[in-house]
Structure formats: C-alpha cells, structure tokens
C-alpha cells in the first residue's frame, strides 16, 4: 500500500522535525534577527509563515518582537502554542488562499511555499506577502530553487536515529521543477511499543532569478540571497529578501 499524500506534517513527523531538525531554525534566527532590527526598533508586527513548532517564534518573542505564528499543519500549531508561548497569536494560515494580516515584517524557514501544489500558487503566495507589507516594511523567506533539485539527483536514502524516534527519507526527482520525499518515522509510545506513519511530501523548484521581477510588480525590491546572514544553508536553498519603501 502506497503511503498516504500530505502536504503537511501529521503527528509524528511534526514531533520528530521538532526534535530532530531544529538547527535550521536556530542557524537562520541571527541573520533574520539582525534584518529585523529596525522594525523591532519601531514595535512592528512580525508575521512568521510556516512557524513549525515555534523554534524561530520563541527567537523572536526573546529578542522583543511582536509575532503572529502561522502554520498550515494542526500537530505544528500544537507544539508551537506550548514552545512559543510569548507570541501574540498562534493560528493556521494556508497560503495562498488565506489572507495575510497586514505586517511590518513577514518571516519564514523550512522553504515553506515550497510545499505549495505548484508554481503558479507560489506566485500568488509571494505576491500576497508583498501586499501585506506596510510601509517600511520587509519580508525574509527561505525557498527551493531548482539547483536544489539538481544537487539531490539520485541521493541515497538518508536516515536520522535517536533514543525515541527514528526518520527515513527517501527521494526522487520526477521533473525539475518538483522534488519529492518519501518519509518514514518511527516513535516511541508511552508503552514502549513503536508506531511507524508514512509521508509523502512533494516540494515545487523555482528559478528564483525570476522573484525581483514578479514582485517589482507590486512595490517592492527583492534580492535573492544565499543565506539570511553568515549561516551555512543547504545547496539550491536560496533566500528572498524584500522590501517595500517608507
């Protein structure tokens, strides 16, 4: 039986993303920080995209923002509304349909539009964070291009083992423009048994050289970047940077 398609994080995928993966959050959370200081400096809105279980959130309330928490998966929001308890508000959005508040700012990691059905809703996501800027304000995202695809052509299966729970991954490239993952977990119950869930995530590759002219579109200039400050990211995940003038 082929595994259940989700484009979300279920239960345990959530839990061992939490325990397991964290450190992307953590490496990208100075160089957002320091893009961010001038709308701390005014006591503007953050609105964070894709806030998983809160780990960037948590950053972000610590050093004095003002955060509304998004995400699109309910066991994500469960554990963000226990770990980033000082966010102003901790609820689902789901791009692109849903509509963005309107923000100082627009944070996310963990390539979160990528997980959108295809390049067009992408679009429409990018231009939506566009409009929900205010004056002065700036977004900072992390997304998949299509060299991210290029770098993982034909890589093994990758897996993660820990005390209590236990990943396996498995990829496959089926046209440039869309990188999927098979994903097992296993967790520990509380009786000692193991439960196992399948996943099957599908992400969408963009050539970000094509961002700076959608949006220009809408007021606002964009660069793509190669991480948010000094941290290391991932091959072919590239970061968008945008603002709209004062």
């Known amino acids: 039986m082929a595994p259940p398609e989700d484009p979300y994080y279920r239960r345990d995928l959530a839990l061992v993303h939490h325990l397991g993966f964290g450190f992307h959050a953590r490496a990208c959370a100075p160089g957002i920080l320091a893009l961010l ?26 050093a004095g923002h003002r955060v509304i ?89 990758a897996a993660r083992v820990d005390d209590d729970w236990a990943v396996i991954t498995r990829f496959s490239l089926p046209a440039p423009g869309r990188f999927v993952r098979q994903i097992t977990t296993f967790v520990r119950a509380g009786d000692g048994s193991w439960r196992r869930d399948d996943e099957i995530h599908h992400n969408v590759l963009i050539d970000t050289a094509g961002v700076p002219a959608l949006l220009a579109a809408e007021g606002v200039q964009v660069t793509v970047a190669s ?13 968008l940077i945008g603002r709209r003038a004062a």
């Open 69 to 157: 928490a998004t995400d699109a998966s309910p066991a994500m929001l469960d554990l963000a509304r226990s770990h980033a308890p000082a966010a102003e508000d901790i609820r689902p959005l789901v791009l692109p349909g849903d509509v963005l508040p309107p923000a100082d700012a627009v944070v996310s990691v963990g390539h979160v539009l990528s997980y959108l059905p295809d390049e067009h809703a992408i679009d429409q996501a990018l231009t939506a964070i566009a409009r929900a800027l205010r004056p002065g304000g700036l977004f900072a995202i992390d997304i998949c291009d299509l060299a991210y695809g290029q770098a993982r052509h034909d890589a093994p299966p």
């Open 37 to 62: 200081d001038p709308v701390r400096s005014r006591n503007g809105l953050v609105l964070e995209l894709g806030c998983g279980s809160g780990l960037l959130t948590r950053e972000l309330t610590a």
């Open 227 to 239: 991480a948010f400050g000094t941290e290391q990211l991932p091959t072919g995940l590239r970061v």
